[in-house]
């Protein structure tokens, strides 16, 4: 947020001088996003210092354009799609299908939209079309593409039981195996982006998240850390399990797609099962190799966000600039936002 008065400027002016250019808009704006993750990078990873290991298909070096799946458990998950996506080049390329109610995020809930992103409701408000249409729109700019979904739709938290067995339910009504460490998946958002996006992506890469420190002295799981807690080190390793999944190999039916990912997260449900009963790696998830980010990937980024900031707040003039940036940039986001619903 305190970058968000720098942020929207400097897009608003990409955004007016390419406005009869859309494929030159897309790449400034891809390097612009890139450039604001690798200072959320700064924070998540290089302060931090976290131990993130990499388990399964350690080799993310290649690029192309994919569907991003991962269980969901913390605030701190859509930073993972950014670990990846940091080693080959392709940080800009992040788009995400977000929960509608995420839109009226200030500043960034408008912004996500104007990135790429796809905003969509649950169960029976769910708009097939408008999400079909948004997703196409990817294919037909040809848009290099990290598309990260949450199957779940929400997060799992042991501590909200009432979510937790509201999964239960869903999974015992459709003849699923019950859940333990993650919800039962949704699959309309997934079967739509395959469908849609065939001939460009090539693959799913689906990741499993664990976090360390995730259990009180009882032996209790507890809640994973959020933002405020990551940031301060209470989760001293991330392990992340991926397994690349070709396009090819994945059926496109509705029900044997739902199977598909449901057996999916079976095999999540059993590596969070041994990794927290443990709060270490398991055999199931095998040696892991160790990902780094290097300085340069993540120290200029912060340094030029800094200097920004630092040369508006300077002047009084500056000081003004910035706080009504900030608030005319929320309420034009949220009142943009709720006129396009």
């Known amino acids: 947020m305190g970058s968000a008065p720098i942020f929207m400027p400097l897009w608003a002016?990409?955004?007016?001088?390419?406005?009869?250019?859309?494929?030159?808009?897309?790449?400034?704006?891809?390097?612009?996003?890139?450039?604001?993750?690798?200072?959320?990078?700064?924070?998540?990873?290089?302060?931090?210092?976290?131990?993130?290991?990499?388990?399964?298909?350690?080799d993310v070096s290649r690029k192309e354009n994919i569907v991003f799946i991962c269980n969901h458990q913390s605030t701190v998950d859509w930073t993972v799609a950014n670990l990846l996506a940091v080693q080959n080049g392709s940080l800009g390329h992040i788009r995400y299908i977000l929960k509608d109610g995420l839109k009226f995020l200030p500043i960034y809930g408008f912004y996500f939209r104007q990135h790429g992103g796809i905003y969509v409701k649950r169960d029976k408000k769910f708009d097939e079309a408008k999400t079909r249409k948004d997703v196409k729109e990817i294919k037909d700019r040809k848009t290099p593409v990290w598309l990260v979904i949450f199957p779940e739709g929400t997060r799992f938290n042991p501590t909200l039981?009432?979510?937790?067995?509201?999964?239960?339910?869903?999974?015992?009504?459709?003849?699923?195996?019950?859940?333990?460490?993650?919800?039962?998946?949704?699959?309309?958002?997934?079967?739509?982006?395959?469908?849609?996006?065939v001939g460009h992506v090539t693959a799913v890469y689906d990741v499993t998240i664990a976090y360390s420190n995730t259990k009180d002295p009882s032996g209790t799981r507890i809640a994973s850390p959020g933002m405020p807690d990551f940031l301060m080190g209470s989760s001293s390793q991330l392990h992340l399990f991926l397994e690349r999944c070709d396009i090819e190999s994945i059926p496109q039916e509705s029900r044997q797609l739902q199977e598909w990912l449901h057996n999916q997260f079976l095999k999540k449900d059993r590596l969070l099962t041994d990794f927290y009963a443990e709060n270490k790696t398991t055999?199931?998830?095998?040696?892991?190799?160790?990902?780094?980010?290097?300085?340069?990937?993540?120290?200029?980024?912060?340094?030029?966000?800094?200097?920004?900031?630092?040369?508006?707040?300077?002047?009084?003039?500056?000081?003004?600039?910035?706080?009504?940036?900030?608030?005319?940039?929320?309420l034009g986001g949220v009142f943009w936002m709720s006129f396009r619903s």
């Open 283 to 330: 055999d199931l998830m095998g040696p892991g190799k160790r990902l780094d980010i290097s300085y340069k990937e993540t120290v200029p980024a912060f340094c030029f966000w800094a200097v920004c900031l630092a040369g508006i707040l300077f002047t009084n003039k500056g000081q003004t600039f910035y706080w009504k940036s900030l608030l005319t940039s929320t």
């Open 161 to 197: 039981q009432t979510v937790v067995e509201r999964s239960k339910q869903f999974a015992e009504r459709e003849g699923l195996q019950v859940l333990e460490n993650v919800l039962t998946p949704r699959v309309k958002a997934l079967q739509i982006s395959l469908q849609e996006l």
């Open 13 to 58: 002016i990409v955004r007016t001088s390419t406005f009869l250019m859309p494929s030159i808009y897309r790449r400034c704006d891809d390097v612009l996003y890139s450039l604001y993750q690798r200072l959320i990078l700064f924070f998540f990873f290089t302060c931090t210092r976290v131990e993130v290991y990499l388990h399964g298909n350690t």
